[in-house]
């Protein structure tokens, strides 16, 4: 069974830094293209970061650039996003998600499968 | 980036109601657009991809067409597992942004 599953949420203090993991399984993680979603509480899908298949293409939102480090372990078939400097805008469930592509710029790709997603709260 | 709008942001219907969503992009991005769906709790699951192909799994009564700016996601009979809150998502460039969503509510 193709599967994604999220950990390392949490709560954590304004300006504190958390990383959060993706294991995978039931596919070759090293063919595909990741990318973490967040949502807000009540609020709608946002799009957040993405990482090619062998790592050597990144992105990040304006919203993040700077703050959060998205990588990934194909030995340990497991993506990370390192996050750093946290706001309470922050505060959302985090959903990793597997393209249908290797890389984050060709046209085309889907999301599927989506973990069930880690909250993270920020908050003092 | 490329901005996606849905409409509407919700709506009211009833079971065996046909119900569109519509999707809007900010520039063309042909084909490249995906639908998702998202009950309370739970992550997005793929319903449509590159504008009309269904998902393995998906029931036959989801649709999507579409192409260049203008979409839609039309269910042509609602069922009670259909109430949900719907996403469309262009794969045309990086981001891959999301419309704001459209809930739909009994």
């Known amino acids: 069974e193709v599967q994604l599953v999220e950990s390392g949420g949490g709560l954590v203090q304004p300006g504190g830094s958390l990383r959060l993991s993706c294991a995978a399984s039931g596919f070759t993680f090293s063919s595909y293209a990741m990318h973490w979603v967040r949502q807000a509480p009540g609020k709608g899908l946002e799009y957040v970061s993405a990482?090619?298949?062998?790592?050597?293409?990144?992105y990040y939102a304006n919203s993040v650039k700077g703050r959060f480090t998205i990588s990934r372990d194909n030995s340990k078939n497991t993506l990370y996003l390192q996050m750093g400097s946290l706001r309470a805008e922050d505060m959302a469930v985090y959903y990793c998600a597997r393209e249908s592509r290797q890389s984050i710029s060709s046209k085309g790709g889907w999301f599927d499968p989506w973990g069930q997603g880690t909250l993270v709260t920020v908050s003092s | 980036d490329i901005q996606m709008t849905q409409s509407p942001s919700s709506l009211s219907a009833s079971v065996g109601d046909r119900v569109t969503i519509t999707c809007r992009a900010s520039q063309s991005i042909t084909y490249y657009l995906n639908w998702y769906q998202q009950k309370p709790g739970k992550a997005p699951t793929l319903l449509i991809y590159a504008a009309s192909s269904l998902h393995s799994g998906v029931p036959s009564s989801f649709s999507g067409s579409g192409s260049g700016t203008d979409f839609t996601l039309t269910i042509s009979s609602l069922q009670p597992e259909d109430f949900a809150t719907y996403y469309c998502q262009q794969s045309y460039s990086t981001p891959r942004t999301f419309g704001q969503g459209t809930k739909v509510e009994i």
């Open positions: 990482i090619s298949s062998y790592g050597d293409s990144t």
